[in-house]
């Protein structure tokens, strides 16, 4: 059951830096919404979801002001923690075989690009694919198509690693026998540009296995 906003997720993140509480909630829900909350197992919630972020100021250094040189440091290596810890929670989905991760670029907003992201990692026919190590980006651009995200269907390409698949809606020509060596990594990249602005989103997901259905059909209250 995840799949944030609301998923069985309890995430305690700890610094020793000194951070105005203020400036540290308004970090924690900025990196939230790029990390955990681009995240998804199965498309089920909980009601059981929580991410906290506690400083202490043990470091002794002079509490960070935004826009400082200092706290843009703090706030990549804060960014870098959450995707770690997000990207740590998708790939451990039950039953799991491999971490898949959805970029979309070209977008008009970045909430777009985000919702057109997630929605690609939550399709169970793309995380079925995956399992499959098929290509198969009918599925993929199918999700996209009910994303709810603003593009134009005849200007998409996609790529799977480095591999395109779909050139400005067209098919691509591309070697099959590499493509199929990459899908039986256990990090799938696929890449969306929908040529439509500026923006981009990242969102994770994992494939659904026969594993998953055993584990929840065999699961008892």
């Known amino acids: ?49 929580m991410v906290v972020v506690m400083a202490n100021g043990c470091a002794g250094n002079t509490a960070f002001s935004e826009g400082t040189t200092e706290f843009a440091t703090f706030t990549k290596m804060f960014y870098a923690v959450c995707q770690h810890l997000a990207k740590s929670i998708a790939r451990d989905g039950e039953g799991a075989t491999k971490l898949i991760e959805a970029q979309v670029k070209g977008a008009t907003s970045k909430e777009d690009a985000r919702m057109i992201a997630k929605q690609i990692v939550s399709s169970s026919l793309v995380k079925t694919a995956m399992f499959g190590e098929d290509a198969n980006w009918g599925r993929i651009i199918c999700a996209i198509g009910y994303s709810g995200g603003r593009f134009s269907p005849d200007n998409i390409t996609i790529r799977i690693g480095e591999t395109a698949i779909l050139e400005k809606s067209e098919t691509a020509d591309y070697d099959p026998d590499v493509l199929a060596d990459y899908l039986q990594k256990e990090n799938i990249r696929i890449e969306v540009n929908l040529h439509s602005g500026l923006e981009e989103g990242t969102a994770w997901g994992c494939d659904l296995s026969y594993d998953y259905v055993k584990i929840n059909a065999c699961y008892r209250t």
Not at 15 to 29: C, H, R, S
């Open 1 to 49: 059951m995840i799949h944030p906003n609301m998923a069985t997720m309890l995430s305690f993140i700890t610094t020793d830096a000194a951070v105005p509480a203020k400036l540290l909630q308004k970090l924690l829900k900025q990196k939230v919404d790029q990390t955990f909350n681009q995240i998804t197992v199965d498309g089920d919630t909980s009601t059981n979801d």
